[in-house]
């Protein structure tokens, strides 16, 4: 009886300061998220919800085999909370969350890889141009079963994250799934410096620039004017504008926004609806500080990588009808993520709004239709799938992509050949009247 009420005694001074700690996180993280008085009110009315939590806390310091710490519990805590809701939410660390500071800001070390969960499956994204990733000849809708051999079923995004990043010049090893593939495949990489340079430029003939982004970042934008403006100076008479937003898997909705604008003059480009107000919004485009003078022809290119912020822009040139959008249907991802930073420098990435297109379309799940459908390999080349991969590998170790090469070295006959959507660009841009000084619609 002794030994119990001892037992007892320990558990009821182990509740009552976990109760504490717990009281804490969980009110931090309903102010942000709901007012004070229903915070009051719902902890009245169902005390026990947060003293099940506690009790199971203080349980297993007491009773687990190896001796936890208060904050690691917590923190295990919070993220099996926040992973449960959906594939996009998150629980950061504080050196997970700076780690995404440094990631949108310029440069981060790994693969140059972007991953999402999508039906408990860890799967790519896009690869980031010109990284070991891209150069190894991982493609979108890869499926990662194993990372250095560890099993990645029930394994949490944030997890795989942090197992992929590491050290410039360390390897890992990454065991994908292909669709269509008889059996895994394991690449080994060497990790390096991700520099996200999220805007590259060249010209076409005929008086046409080209500009790829890869991602949105927080510099996107001006880099974009900057492209611009270069390609008014130099190219006289500047007559269109191909935008590549093939397998850029997003970024910034605020940059999304101010991409966008710079083709549109007035409306809608993006609206987001969630179940708080505050994440209801609208975003418009303003008539004035345009680089791009008048109504320039305007084609965007997508594909299957093309995600978020780049959707968020080809929806809105679609909707608006400022352009064509060509090739395949986008990745399909839809929500709005909102960074809630803590108060111990941790924070939550929590899934809090879907946004949908000036139409009303919603893109999650979904996608982006283009306008003309150009699959990226013909169907009447004679050489199979894996050799035509093999060419792009190949040609991406060499540095010979689109843009690899100087802006000022024209896209040849030749690389358009091997790139039968952005020849369709072109082919498609050549025919649309040039407006200069005139801000109607096209179609």
């Known amino acids: 009886m002794k030994e119990q009420r001892q037992s007892s005694r320990f558990f009821l001074e182990r509740y009552t300061a976990i109760t504490g700690l717990i009281l804490g996180l969980v009110g931090l993280l ?38 936890k710490d208060t904050k690691s519990l917590v923190y295990g805590s919070i993220r099996g909370l926040v992973g449960s809701l959906d594939s996009h939410s998150s629980f950061m660390t504080p050196e997970e969350f700076r780690e995404l500071r440094i990631e949108t800001r310029g440069s981060f070390s790994g693969i140059g890889i972007e991953i999402t969960l999508k039906d408990g499956l860890l799967m790519v994204v896009s690869p980031i141009e010109g990284s070991p990733a891209y150069k190894a000849g991982l493609q979108a809708g890869d499926r990662i079963m194993k990372i250095d051999g560890a099993i990645t079923k029930n394994m949490t995004l944030l997890e795989a994250v942090k197992k992929i990043r590491g050290p410039k010049g360390s390897p890992v090893t990454l065991t994908i799934m292909r669709e269509g593939a008889k059996q895994m495949k394991s690449y080994t990489l060497t990790r390096d410096i991700i520099p996200i340079r999220s805007v590259k ?26 492209a611009i ?74 594909n299957e990588g093309s995600a978020s912020a780049s959707e968020i822009v080809a929806g809105a040139v679609q909707d608006q009808k400022r352009g064509l959008v060509v090739g395949t249907k986008s990745f399909g991802k839809g929500s709005v993520q909102t960074i809630i930073p803590l108060e111990d420098g ?51 170790m060499k540095r010979e992509g689109l843009t690899d090469k100087p802006w000022s070295q024209p896209v040849t006959a030749e690389e358009l050949k091997k790139d039968p959507q952005l020849a369709k660009a072109l082919e498609l841009i050549k025919k649309m009247p040039v407006r200069v000084g005139t801000t109607t619609a096209r179609h």
């Not at 102010?31 to 199971?56: D, H, I, T, Y």
């Not at 008086?207 to 970042?217: H, K, P, S």
Request: hydrophobic share 40%.
């Open 229 to 302: 403006k270069e390609f008014q100076y130099k190219i006289k008479p500047f007559k269109g504008l191909v935008l590549d937003l093939r397998n850029d898997p997003g970024g910034l909705l605020d940059q999304a926004v101010r991409v966008a604008d710079e083709f549109l003059s007035s409306g809608i480009i993006v609206y987001t609806e969630g179940r708080n107000k505050t994440q209801t919004m609208k975003f418009y485009a303003h008539q004035n500080d345009k680089v791009l003078e008048g109504d320039i022809p305007l084609v965007v290119i997508i």
């Open 201 to 226: 430029a060249r010209y076409l003939d005929n008086g046409i620039g080209y500009i790829r982004i890869t991602n949105f970042q927080d510099q996107t934008d001006g880099d974009l004017r900057k």
């Open 30 to 67: 309903w102010l942000l998220m709901a007012s004070p008085g229903a915070v009051q009110a719902e902890l009245e009315k169902n005390p026990e919800k947060l003293g099940v939590f506690a009790e199971a806390l203080a349980i297993i310091e007491d009773q687990y085999m190896e001796p």
């Open 346 to 396: 941790s924070a939550l990435r929590l899934t809090t709004a879907h946004y949908y297109t000036p139409s009303g379309k919603t893109i999650h799940e979904k996608g982006i239709n283009p306008d003309v459908v150009v699959e990226a390999a013909s169907a009447s080349d004679d050489k199979t799938l894996k050799e035509m991969r093999d060419e792009a590998l190949e040609r991406r």
